[in-house]
Every structure is written in structure tokens, then in C-alpha cells.
């Protein structure tokens, strides 16, 4: 599976559009976008995922640029609640379909 | 629907000694995975199973073993623990006709 590459951390403002980076130049063809997030010590929580078009759901849109190497997350009126850290996770949608972590970004959302 | 359930949610135990986490699902899932996290870090994979009977290794197995019976049970057993499996667990489902994994709770293990 690709690897990412996250910002380890990030700010945003309560009521603000939270925009969320990540970077996969090495994404194959049939690689999908996978976003979760971990608030606090919970388990990690499916956000939304993608494979070359735009997504939206009720949680957040997912933005892939046309090369597909890299997407945004996009919270678009975050809250206190969305405080978390985020995973962006590239692979393939078949098989045994095993994610591997990284790091993430902390998002903190401030009032 | 309770989705992925883990138990125990705490759980201390002395060096040496043997316990056996727990994770069912309700959701008929064929695949499920366990995974552990230390401190600040992110989640890394101990072991997977594609269905009942399968079972395979991921990324930190040594010290852990797995048997999936049934489609709705995937147990996590520790021999002989040791102060370096302290962690937080996590046990998770995906299913074909679901959007991403379902995670549990988590079973937070401290080895003293």
C-alpha cells in the first residue's frame, strides 16, 4: 500500500472550515483514499473515502486532485468535537483489506 | 446492532501471567483485525482473518495468537506477558458491503 505524508499537527478556529493535507504521489491506480479519526483514546472512526472523484457525506468532503497525488479533508464548520487525530490511509479496495497507520495529523480545534 | 465489542475495557496483569482479550462483531463481517497502540503512536496490525478457520500475521505478531472459530468471534490471547504489551487493543470489522472498518471500544492493558 502507498504511503502518506501528514502534517503532524494543525489548528482551527470552532465555526471555521477545518482543511486537513495529505500527500500520496506514490498512489496506484486502484488505490483508494481512506480517512478515519481518533478522538482521544476511542477507537478510530470511518470518515469518508474516495478514489478519483469528489466526495461528500453528512461528516466531511474529500477533495482528490486530479494526478491523485495528494486530497484534502475538509470539515466544514468544525467543532470542539471534532478535536481528533486524523489518518489519511491509501489502498486498494479488495482482499484482505488491512490499514496501516501512520501517524496522522492532531487536529485541534480552538473556540 | 452492537457492532464490535471488546472485552475487557481495563485490565492489569503481572509479568508472566496469560489472559485472552475478547472481540465479537454482529455485523456478519468475514474480516477482522487486531490492532495495538502504544502511547502516542499510531495503531499497528498484530493479526487478521479473511473468515472462520483463517487466520494471518500482521505487522507485530510475535507474543500473540488468534483463532477465529465462528464468523462473529476473534479472541486475542496473550502468553506469558511481558512489561512491552502494554497498549491499548483495538479490535475491528470490515465487511464487502461496508464503507470502512467498524472498531471497538478498545481493552486498555497494563503488564506490571
Known amino acids: 500500500d502507498a504511503k502518506t505524508t501528514q502534517p503532524p499537527s494543525m489548528d482551527c478556529a470552532e465555526g471555521r472550515a477545518a482543511n486537513l493535507p495529505c500527500n500520496h504521489s506514490?498512489?496506484?491506480?486502484?488505490?483508494?483514499v481512506y480517512w478515519y479519526r481518533q478522538i482521544h483514546s476511542q477507537g478510530p472512526q470511518y470518515i469518508i473515502h474516495?478514489?478519483?472523484n469528489n466526495e461528500t457525506n453528512e461528516m466531511a468532503s474529500l477533495i482528490i486532485t486530479e494526478d491523485r497525488k495528494s486530497s484534502t479533508l475538509i470539515l466544514p464548520h468544525a467543532t470542539l468535537r471534532d478535536t481528533a487525530v486524523y489518518y489519511c490511509?491509501?489502498?486498494?479496495?479488495?482482499?484482505?483489506?488491512?490499514?496501516?497507520f501512520g501517524q496522522g495529523t492532531r487536529l485541534t480545534i480552538n473556540p | 446492532n452492537a457492532g464490535v465489542t471488546q472485552t475487557p475495557k481495563f485490565r492489569i496483569l503481572k509479568i508472566g501471567q496469560s489472559m485472552t482479550l475478547q472481540c465479537t462483531q454482529d455485523?456478519?463481517?468475514?474480516?477482522m483485525y487486531w490492532y495495538r497502540q502504544d502511547p502516542g503512536m499510531g495503531l499497528k496490525l498484530i493479526y487478521y482473518?479473511?473468515?472462520?478457520?483463517?487466520?494471518d500475521k500482521g505487522e507485530v505478531p510475535n507474543g500473540y495468537n488468534v483463532s477465529r472459530s465462528t464468523t462473529e468471534d476473534f479472541p486475542l490471547r496473550l502468553e506469558l506477558a511481558a512489561p512491552s504489551q502494554t497498549s491499548v487493543y483495538f479490535c475491528?470489522?470490515?465487511?464487502?458491503?461496508?464503507?470502512?472498518?467498524?472498531f471497538g471500544s478498545g481493552t486498555r492493558l497494563t503488564v506490571v
Open positions: 455485523m456478519n463481517h468475514n474480516y
Open positions: 490511509i491509501v489502498r486498494v479496495a479488495s482482499g484482505a483489506q488491512k490499514l496501516v
Open positions: 506514490t498512489i496506484s491506480g486502484n488505490e483508494y
Open positions: 475491528a470489522s470490515w465487511g464487502d458491503r461496508s464503507y470502512g472498518y467498524t
Open positions: 482473518s479473511v473468515g472462520a478457520g483463517i487466520t
Open positions: 474516495g478514489l478519483k
